[in-house]
């Protein structure tokens, strides 16, 4: 099975800051990486796929790259919707892998 | 917009089968170009991809629950299901059914049923 790490597990954070998430793969996964969001009680929403592929009605400000092994998603300028827990998940194979999550909280 | 519920009990008791339905609207189960798939998640915990449906009839498990887990479709419903054979608490998670977009033989997991919470307990 193919591993996905994430870091860090909580990061506090400020309305207009910059932040970066990184997650890391066991393995060489080529670019196919997915990012979603999640908030309290509800089913996550899909974001990026293709490592760096932003689906259709994601705000510009939310960005991701990497390939291989290693990836990172971006917002450039927190709003307040956007404080929430972050998944990557490979899909390189038949399976599908999630991190176990970054928690994006207000400082 | 494509729609997906799932149904079924909140309550299993220990050793019993868990088995759950989705239903989709504004898509068909019969596309070629998604899978459809369950993904579960414990309480304050990640998310667990358990396995998905291909309109072929063909499934995939997650190595972990393959032989407790059956998915299976009706194409004349449009919805698909997920039993979960010898469940124990440690099943107990909310369970979602969602799309996969069909890249090869990956996918990734574009929309989401709202979820439904399982309790394994007697």
């Known amino acids: 099975d193919i591993q996905m790490t994430q870091s860090p597990s909580t990061l506090s954070a400020s309305v207009g800051d910059r932040v970066t998430i990184t997650c890391r793969a066991s393995?060489?996964?080529?670019?196919?990486l997915a990012w979603y969001q999640q908030k309290p009680g509800k089913a996550p929403k899909f974001l990026i796929y293709?490592?760096?592929i932003l689906q259709s009605g994601v705000p510009s400000r939310f960005s991701g790259s990497g390939s291989g092994t290693d990836f990172t998603l971006t917002i450039s300028s927190l709003q307040p919707d956007d404080f929430a827990t972050y998944y990557c998940?490979?899909?390189?194979?038949?399976?599908?892998?999630f991190g176990q999550g970054t928690k994006l909280e207000i400082k | 917009q494509v729609q997906l519920q799932e149904s079924g009990p909140g309550l299993v008791e220990p050793s019993q089968t868990l088995s759950l339905t989705c239903t989709v609207s504004g898509g068909s189960i019969r596309s070629g170009n998604y899978f459809w798939n369950w993904i579960r998640q414990p309480a304050g915990k990640g998310l667990e991809w358990i396995g998905r449906?291909?309109?072929?009839?063909?499934?995939n498990h997650s190595p972990s629950l393959k032989s407790r887990v059956t998915i299976s479709g009706d194409p004349s419903k449009n919805q698909f299901s997920l039993n979960l054979s010898s469940v124990t608490a440690a099943d107990t998670a909310v369970y979602y059914c969602?799309?996969?977009?069909?890249?090869?033989?990956?996918?990734?997991?574009?929309?989401w049923g709202q979820g439904t919470l399982v309790t394994v307990s007697s």
């Open positions: 449906f291909y309109y072929t009839g063909s499934t």
């Open positions: 969602a799309r996969g977009v069909v890249v090869g033989a990956r996918a990734y997991f574009d929309y």
């Open positions: 393995q060489s996964i080529s670019n196919w």
């Open positions: 998940q490979q899909y390189s194979d038949y399976s599908a892998t």
């Open positions: 293709k490592a760096s």
